[in-house]
C-alpha cells in the first residue's frame, strides 16, 4: 500500500471463518512474527481464544508489489468513498484470498469442487475467471472496462476504435478490444484487458508477451479493418 502518514505500508487482515468477523492491522514492515504478535498480544485478548490459524499461505507480501506499482488502484482501500462496507468487506476478502469459498480449508462438508458447475476446485480464480456460470458476468464487466479505456483514450485525443476483426494466420477469425492511434501518429496501441486474479509478480508481463505473440500475425488484416467506425 503507499505509505500512510503514521509509516505503515502492509495491512495483516484476520477472518473469522465462523462468525465472518474481519479486522485489519496496519503495518509498518511485514513478517510472519509481527503478524504472530498481532494475534498474541492484541486479537486474542480482545476477542477471545482461537481454535485453529488458517492462512492463505501465500508468500510473503504476494501482490503488495503489483498494488504498489499503481497506487490509484488501491485507494478503495483508504476511500471506499463508492462501496458499501459489505462490498468493501468482500473486497479485502477477495484481495487477500479469503472469500468464503469451498477451497478456503473448513468452508467445504462434502468436497472442494465448485458447486455450480463441479468441475474444478472452487476456487476465487475459477469463480471469476473460469467457470462457465459466471461468464455473462465476465463479458459484461469485460465489456465495461474496455469501454471505460476507451472513453479514457478518447479524452486524450487519440483515434479509438473497438472491437476490430482481424484474421490469424491459420485463418481463424480474432477479435481486438481497443485499437487506440495517438493524434498524427502511424503506430497504434492495442489494448486487451483481462482480468485475472493476481497469482504471481510476472503475470501480468506474461500476458503482455502472450498477447503480442498472439495479435502480431493479424496486424496486416487489423489495419484493412480500420476503417470501421470508431467505438461508441
Ligand atoms: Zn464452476
Not at 504472530?36 to 480482545?46: F, H
Not at 492463505?56 to 498494488?67: A, C
Not at 483481462?194 to 502480431?216: C, G, H, L, W, Y
Request: glycine share 4%.
Amino acid at each position: 500500500m503507499p505509505t500512510s502518514s503514521f509509516g505503515h505500508r502492509y495491512i495483516f487482515v484476520t477472518y473469522d471463518v465462523f462468525t465472518k468477523f474481519v479486522k485489519i492491522y496496519p503495518l509498518r514492515n511485514i513478517s510472519s512474527k509481527l503478524c504472530a504478535d498481532k494475534l498474541v498480544r492484541d486479537y486474542i485478548p480482545t476477542y477471545g481464544p482461537v481454535t485453529a490459524v488458517l492462512s492463505d499461505n501465500v508468500s510473503e507480501g504476494k501482490g503488495i508489489i503489483l498494488y504498489k506499482e499503481f497506487t490509484p488502484a488501491n485507494k478503495w482501500i483508504r476511500k471506499p468513498d463508492r462501496l458499501t462496507s459489505s462490498e468493501w468487506r468482500l473486497a479485502l476478502k477477495m484481495t487477500v484470498n479469503i472469500c468464503p469459498l469451498r477451497a478456503i480449508p473448513g468452508r467445504s462438508r462434502d468436497r472442494k469442487h465448485c458447486r455450480r458447475c463441479v468441475s474444478e476446485i472452487e476456487t476465487l480464480g475459477h469463480v471469476l475467471g473460469a467457470c462457465p456460470f459466471s461468464e455473462t458476468l465476465r463479458n459484461s464487466r469485460h465489456h465495461r472496462i474496455s469501454s471505460m479505456i476507451a472513453e479514457a483514450l478518447r479524452k486524450k485525443d487519440l483515434t479509438v476504435h473497438g472491437e476490430i476483426h482481424g484474421i490469424s494466420q491459420e485463418g481463424s477469425c480474432r477479435r481486438i478490444d481497443v485499437l487506440a492511434i495517438p493524434p498524427g501518429s502511424t503506430s497504434a496501441y492495442i489494448i486487451d484487458p483481462t482480468v485475472r486474479i493476481e497469482a504471481q509478480e510476472q503475470q501480468p508481463a506474461d500476458s503482455t508477451q502472450k498477447n503480442a505473440e498472439f495479435m502480431s500475425p493479424q496486424f496486416p488484416s487489423i489495419w484493412r479493418n480500420i476503417t470501421s467506425p470508431p467505438l461508441k
